[in-house]
């Protein structure tokens, strides 16, 4: 008796720990013939930190120093937390008018709780998946009318999103694997001898797998305060986007603060992030980029 009982527990046990095809079907309602990404929820409030996240917001200018970089990352949330690298940067174009910058996540490690598998819709053979590659990200910011600098910054950035992940990072509910871009102008006004008003508006659009719905095309803004001196930058800023998909988890509002420290041939940087809606984790970073040339 007490060895049925034990292995009754043991079986429930690992129930609760695995999932195969059949407990998959019926977590998603599966109609036994659509490919599994139809029942994967391509928004922010479903998806890993690093899926659809909020552009950066920009000051209105470009940055003149080519750059390379890296960073270590750290998101944590109810019954998920993340950890990854991040590839960052820049090369000028032209001076003080057109560049060029990426960022890319070449591996990022995670553990998921079971329920946040499940509200997630992770695929069965990815249940027990622990890392993913992410999508590279590429942007052109150009300066806009330069003649009027002296009194305000205006900057046209094009991003697209190259789909470098895998089948697996959709999968798991950790990357979209899907072309998407955004389009926005930055803006920045002196209000002081170093603060300055930053702030951006655009278009932010993604691929979605729905029946009816192929795109979610969403409102960009952010706006926020930089403060530059003695080779330092502190910004900090409230973004986010609106998709228009009613009640779904597509509307991220983040809150950020970023530290630049720069000298000779090194900038050092750190980063937190707040989820406020749509986006349930805090993020911390910590990196450096080095400079090629100045300015």
């Not at 899926?51 to 998101?75: C, E, R, Y």
């Not at 890392?131 to 002296?150: C, E, H, M």
């Not at 900090?236 to 009640?247: M, P, Q, R």
Request: include cysteine; aromatic fraction near 16%.
């Amino acid at each position: 008796m007490r060895f049925r009982f034990l292995l009754l527990f043991f079986f429930c046990f690992l129930k609760g720990k695995t999932q195969t095809l059949a407990q998959w079907a019926q977590t998603v309602n599966w109609d036994g013939v659509s490919y599994f990404a139809k029942y994967i929820n391509f928004n922010s409030a479903h998806m890993g930190p690093n899926a659809l996240t909020v552009p950066f917001i920009s000051n209105g200018s470009i940055d003149s120093i080519t750059t390379a970089g890296f960073a270590g990352q750290i998101h944590l949330s109810k019954g998920d937390k993340t950890q990854n690298i991040n590839v960052y940067g820049n090369y000028c174009l032209v001076k003080n008018a057109v560049s060029l910058d990426l960022a890319w996540i070449p591996v990022e490690f995670f553990s998921m709780s079971d329920t946040i598998k499940r509200e997630r819709h992770v695929y069965y053979k990815n249940y027990y998946d622990k890392k993913a590659k992410g999508d590279i990200v590429l942007n052109t910011t150009i300066n806009l009318l330069n003649k009027w600098r002296d009194k305000i910054q205006l900057a046209l950035r094009i991003g697209v999103r190259l789909p470098s992940s895998s089948y697996k990072g959709v999968a798991a509910a950790r990357f979209v694997d899907a072309p998407g871009y955004y389009v926005d102008v930055s803006c920045g006004k002196q209000i002081s001898p170093s603060v300055k008003w930053i702030s951006m508006l655009g278009l932010f659009v993604w691929q979605i797998d729905e029946d009816d719905l192929r795109q979610n095309d969403a409102f960009l803004f952010g706006t926020g305060l930089e403060w530059n001196k003695n080779n330092w930058r502190i910004q900090t800023d409230l973004s986010g986007y609106l998709g228009y998909i009613y009640k779904s988890g597509d509307k991220p509002i983040v809150y950020r603060f970023n530290l630049e420290k720069k000298s000779k041939r090194t900038s050092l940087l750190f980063r937190f992030q707040q989820g406020l809606q749509d986006f349930k984790y805090s993020s911390v970073e910590m990196g450096m980029k080095y400079l090629f040339r100045g300015k």
